[in-house]
Each structure stands twice: as structure tokens, then as C-alpha cells.
């Protein structure tokens, strides 16, 4: 009865350990015998008891490789902390057992080993503007690196890049001196630009002011001429009525002549008067003629 009971408790184990249930986006590997027979995929599977024994099982899911901050010297020889993150997944789950001894060690200082090459090449500064060129760098050389691995790199992003204290420190000032020369040079800008503005304002200012007077001048001096003509011509006008009257009359003449003497002097007299020093050139022979001719048109008059 024991030997019975024996016999179904382990035919009962070999049945149960012949049956392998593998669950979604994992693999397992087998091994009959110490040799690689095969790879159980997702689903129920059947292996052959006590022959084959199960070595490996490891999902085919996306894997995150968080590397911790490791030290690394710039081109320009300044010490930085650079961490980063890896995307990862196996995709032949034969080649990352069988081809590397513990995967994610050595993914992790490969990573490491690839970040300090990296970052050796480029000055400091250089190291903050190109990140996006060192995560394609890295990208590009870790997936060619873990391709015997049976792994697919899939993305690689630096999170961290600190420098040292006394680099932070001195990049402080540098960027406090920076950022108090571009207040200078846009104050001085600023400056610039209001005097100039105010040095055409008042120019303008001028060149208007001028303009306004030139043309008051010119339409004053365009009203004195047209009041000039306007004057002679009216002057002309009467002198040719009186002329027109006295046409052949001797005597009348002669008294148009004494009119126009005696106006001469009143005008002479009048720019004599005014406060500015004058000098009147006047004919004498045309002031005795004038006084003949009131003599004669005095005696002219006693005798009529």
C-alpha cells in the first residue's frame, strides 16, 4: 500500500512538474541534460520530467537602467557628477543568458564606461548645450555595444550634470558679471538712443521753426510788394487822370510840378524824423526849378 501510495505521489509530481505556465511578455529557458534544448514562450508548455530543468526566465518588457551619479572629467579637465537613465529590453533571451554573466551589471558599467568617454570630449559649457548630441551618442554606441547581448537599447537620457561646488560657485559669478554687462550695455543703449532722439527732436523742432519763418517772411514780403504795386498803380492811375487834364496847359503844369516838389519834402522830412541816422540825396536843380516854376505861377496869378 505504501509503495503504491509512492508510486502515484510521484508519477502526481512528475505530471506536475512536466507542465510549465508562462506568463505574457516573459520567456523561460530550458536545459535537458545541461544543454540548451529550448525557449517556453507565453501559454501552457510541456517539459520532460527530471530531464529538463528550467535555468533562466526573464521578461521581454521594457527595462529601466537608473545609473547612479558618477564622476567625470571635461576636456577643459573640470570635475562633473553625470547621471543618466537607460531604456532597455531583451530580445533574445538565448544570447542574454548564454552570451554575458549578469546582464544588468554589466549594462550598468558599460553605461558608465560610455558616459565618462563622452563627456571626456567636450569642454564644460559644452556639456549643458549639447545634451540631446551626447544621448544620441550614447544611444547609437550602447545599442551597437549590447547587440551580441541580445539586448535593444532604446533610449539613453542624462538627468544630472553637476559640476563641483567651486565650479558652481564660479560660474555664479560669471553669469552675475554677465547678466550686470548686458544691464551696462542696454542702459548705455537706453542713453544712446534718448539723446538721439532728443538731439532730432530739437532739430526738427528747428528746421520746423525755420520753415515757419522763412515762409511768414516770404508771405510778408509777397504782401508788402502786392501792397507796393497796388499803390504805384494807384498813384500811376492818378497821375495819369491829372496828366490827362492838364494836357497843354502850361500853367497847370507847372503846378503839378510844385505838388509833386512839395511832396518830395514832405517825405524827406518824414525820413528825417525817424529815430535810425538817414542820408536823402536830393537834385537842385530840380528844387530851383520848382521854385522858378512857383514864381512864375505866383507872378502868373498877381497879374490875372
Known sequence: MEQLFFIVALAGSAIFGSVKIVNEKNEYLVERLGS???KLSPGLNFVVPFLDKVVYKDTIRDKILDVPPQSCITKDNVSISVDAVVYWR?????????????LQSAMQNLVLTQIRSEIGKLELDETFVARTEINNILLRELDIATDPWGVKVLRVELKDITPSIAVQQSMEQQMTAERKKRASI??????????INSAQGRAEAKLLEAEAMKKAAILEAEAEK???ILQAQATAEALQIVV???????????????????????????IGSSESSKVMFMDPSSIVSTLEGMNSLIDGNTRL
Do not use: P
Not at 531583451?90 to 549578469?102: L, P, Q, R, T, W
Not at 487834364?245 to 507847372?254: C, E, F, I, M, P
Not at 509833386?260 to 514832405?266: A, G
Open 90 to 102: 531583451i530580445v533574445d533571451m538565448e544570447k542574454a543568458y548564454y552570451k554575458i554573466e549578469n
Open 36 to 38: 540548451y534544448n529550448k
Open 186 to 195: 542696454l542702459t548705455s543703449e537706453g542713453e544712446r538712443d534718448s539723446a
Open 226 to 228: 502786392q501792397q507796393q
Open 244 to 270: 490827362n487834364q492838364l494836357r497843354g496847359d502850361t500853367l497847370a503844369q507847372k503846378a503839378l510840378q510844385f505838388l509833386l516838389t512839395q511832396q518830395y519834402l514832405e517825405t524827406g522830412k518824414v
